[in-house]
């Protein structure tokens, strides 16, 4: 295997291009959804169990602009490993929740690109988180200017 | 710029992204009026609040034998089949209306029905005894205990795998 050039292509710009808008485009969305209906996410949130009833809903008022803000500074191209970093870690913390419910055996509502408290599979919210993943790590760890 | 720096710069950019969306967050909401907090959800209600009496593991012991007495596992159904308390149904609170038609014949006939979930600070029997008491069944009872404090006391399990 060519091996430089299978590392460029992680460098290469139409990459990185498609995972910021991929990426910040998801987060922009997945914001302006939440911003829309605090009460929905604030159910959403507390379907988890995993945070105090008094932070249901502050986080449901606030979370949804972080992901609005480092989103549109992915696409944007402002700070771009940094959004990169911010949305990777939201990220992880979401997988986070995911797997202590999966292992405590607690069936949860997504709070993910809608409000809605429909319980969702926690395995397959897990996958494709991951797959969110990944171009978050492409923009952190094959980035020209490190 | 060396991983230090990387990281260094990036909490400062993190710091100004949650700063900025915060401030927005508070304009967004002063202009359009903060939204009323949400009514609590059924499930924000404690077992007292929604009159299901609340029983004990050795109560639990002494009615599971009865044979008018179901016990309903409110947790997932992969959590149920990893262990639980002998002859209890699967009922998971989050499909509960889903699976009701195939126990709903047992629970009309049962003379109790003894819901539980993972542990104390588990909601989710209590949301599926709401639901049925909606649905038209009584005589619910909550162990509150739940499958954490049944095996902590060292009842016997069902289904646990070796």
Same mark, same amino acid.
């Given at each position: ?68 803000? %480092?989103? *549109?500074?992915?696409?944007?191209? $402002? ?5 990169? !970093?911010?949305?990777? @870690?939201? +990220? ?25 408290? %429909?319980? *969702?599979?926690?395995?397959?919210? $897990? ?5 969110? !993943?990944?171009?978050? @790590?492409? +923009? ?7 | ?162």
């Amino acid at each position: 295997m060519n091996l430089p050039a299978f590392k460029g292509l992680f460098f290469s710009r139409p990459l990185h291009l498609f995972c910021r808008f991929f990426l910040g485009g998801l987060f922009i969305y997945a914001g302006i959804i939440k911003i829309i209906d605090p009460a929905g996410m604030s159910a959403a949130i507390d379907s988890y169990g995993l945070v105090p009833r008094f932070f249901h809903y502050p986080l449901a008022l606030t979370l949804p602009w972080v992901e609005l803000v %480092a989103g *549109v500074f992915l696409v944007a191209g $402002l700070r771009t490993r940094s959004s990169a !970093l911010m949305l990777s @870690l939201l +990220l992880s913390v979401f997988m986070l929740a995911i797997i202590v419910n999966i292992l405590r055996g607690h069936d949860h509502a997504c709070g993910c690109f809608s409000s809605s408290t %429909a319980i *969702v599979n926690g395995g397959w919210l $897990l996958i494709r988180d991951f797959l969110f !993943l990944l171009p978050g @790590l492409v +923009l952190i760890f094959f980035n020209q200017r490190r | 710029m060396s991983q230090n720096n990387f990281f260094r710069k990036s909490i400062i950019d993190m710091a100004l992204i949650i700063a900025i969306s915060l401030a927005l967050a508070f304009i967004a909401h002063a202009l359009r009026g903060f939204p009323p907090a949400p009514e609590p959800r059924t499930n924000e209600l404690s077992a007292a609040e929604l009159n299901f009496p609340i029983i004990e593991a050795e109560l639990v012991e002494q009615l599971r034998v009865q044979p008018d007495t179901v016990v309903l596992d409110a947790r997932a159904a992969s959590s149920y089949t990893s262990g639980h308390i002998p002859g209890a149904l699967s009922l998971p609170v989050g499909l509960w209306s889903e699976h009701l038609p195939r126990i709903r014949h047992q629970l009309e006939q049962a003379g109790f029905i003894i819901v539980y979930c993972i542990d104390l600070y588990c909601r989710d029997a209590l949301f599926l005894a709401q639901g049925l008491a909606d649905a038209g069944f009584s005589n619910l009872l909550i162990y509150e205990g739940g499958i954490s404090e049944w095996r902590q006391l060292g009842y016997p399990i069902e289904g646990e795998r070796p």
